[in-house]
């Protein structure tokens, strides 16, 4: 347990810093500090047990909480008066950037307040699974750090130094939806320069997850499944490099990536993703441990279920690597990439709730075939703070201009569009 003063030990401005703290206000949190300088002590606590950090987290405060960590606050404090830490009291709010800072970190998952809970289990007892998510998906940094090192025999490390970021970002990517992922790799088109090096890493990975002592079976399976995605888009990436003289410009990268993603959310004729569906089976039949018992489960599963049916292989992956979230609505999450909390949504039916014009564009082909005027029942089911993606009642014009510019860089479309359009097809809003 930590050592710090008790609440009526506590000096003028330790009292104060926990009080900006509370009030949210970085200024006087830096000044608070400063002022005290060597006098404050930065772990101190209220008459609860809590501490500044604990506060910031409890209020989701990240800038706060980052603050106080540079200053040395401690992440596994629990003096709390029932044992609670910094990461409990972020993922009972459902404080995602602060969870991940805090792991970051070193925050101890682990720990266990008075009751036996660590922070994990206290948030899906509230129902925080995207909390949940978070930290179960979290895996330290050190495990990516350690392949930039030369180890062993080994003449130079099997991961650039500059890869490091990104690829913990990767491996800590809390998403199972194929579209998502693959929005990550657009995103970081710099792995593709060193596939062979890239692959080594997320094979000795999920390698070492599943056979180290206290072996993660689901991450292992997880990072298998990011780095079969990762094979599947470079693949496609070198067929079209194939086809031209030159190197790929930024728009032909795009469209190869695009075609993909609606090529997986094109449905059949009963309007189910099939495509998603064979690629998520193929993916999961193509792990190496089959010994592992995750991957039994997985597989005894999928074999009774018809494809086409439900649930799909991508509702069974995600509560496999995601947790079950039991209470997500459908409008909870973008219905092109599953991402949580999509703040847009189809004007013309109130239903389709997507994270932004990309997913909008990308789902219409789909969305098309069953976008209707919302009766009121429907209405009830959306909220009603999430802006429209587009004009009322422009669906039809949103269609033509899906047609036209699907491949098309969304600034060159803008541009391209005729006056006409421009009115109709509105940016979404920010």
């Known amino acids: 347990m930590s050592s710090s003063p008790t609440p009526s030990s506590l000096s003028e401005n330790e009292s104060h810093l926990i009080q900006a703290v509370s009030s949210n206000s970085l200024d006087k949190v830096v000044n608070f500090i400063s002022r005290g300088g060597s006098t404050i002590n930065i772990n101190c606590k209220d008459e609860n047990g809590m501490s500044p950090l604990q506060h910031a987290c409890y209020r989701g405060n990240l800038e706060i909480a980052k603050y106080l960590i540079e200053r040395g606050a401690d992440v596994n404090q629990n003096d709390h008066e029932h044992r609670y830490t910094s990461l409990m009291f972020a993922a009972l709010g459902g404080h995602k950037a602060v969870i991940n800072l805090l792991l970051e970190n070193g925050a101890d998952t682990e720990q266990k307040n008075t009751v036996g809970r660590n922070a994990s289990q206290m948030a899906a007892f509230v129902g925080q699974h995207q909390s949940v998510s978070v930290i179960n998906n979290f895996i330290p940094r050190e495990y990516i750090e350690y392949y930039s090192r030369i180890n062993g025999q080994e003449k130079e490390p099997r991961l650039p130094i500059r890869f490091i970021s990104t690829m913990h970002s990767l491996v800590c990517l809390v998403a199972v939806n194929p579209v998502r992922i693959a929005y990550f790799y657009e995103s970081n088109l710099s792995l593709f320069e060193e596939v062979k090096k890239i692959n080594i890493v997320m094979d000795h990975i999920y ?208 541009k391209q569009n005729s006056d006409e359009d421009q009115e109709n097809c509105q940016p979404i809003e920010q």
């Open 207 to 414: 390698e070492k997850l599943f056979r180290s002592n206290e072996p993660n079976e689901m991450l292992s399976l997880k990072v298998h499944y990011l780095n079969f995605l990762f094979n599947l888009l470079n693949n496609a990436l070198q067929k079209a490099k194939s086809s031209t003289e030159n190197e790929l410009d930024s728009k032909e990268i795009r469209k190869v990536f695009h075609n993909i993603i609606k090529f997986w959310l094109k449905p059949n004729a009963k309007n189910f993703p099939e495509n998603m569906e064979r690629l998520l089976r193929q993916a999961i039949r193509s792990y190496t441990y089959q010994e592992n018992a995750l991957f039994q489960q997985l597989v005894r599963t999928l074999s009774t279920i018809e494809i086409g049916e439900e649930p799909s292989a991508l509702s069974i992956l995600s509560q496999t690597i995601l947790g079950k979230s039991i209470g997500i609505e459908e409008n909870d999450t973008c219905f092109t990439c599953s991402e949580f909390d999509p703040n847009k949504r189809c004007s013309k039916c109130k239903r389709a709730t997507y994270c932004d014009e990309r997913c909008q564009r990308l789902h219409w082909p789909v969305h098309k075939r069953v976008c209707q005027e919302p009766v009121e029942s429907q209405l009830l089911t959306v909220d009603d703070d999430k802006p429209d993606l587009i004009e009322p009642n422009s669906c039809e014009v949103d269609e033509k201009c899906n047609k036209d510019n699907d491949d098309d860089d969304d600034r060159e479309v803008k």
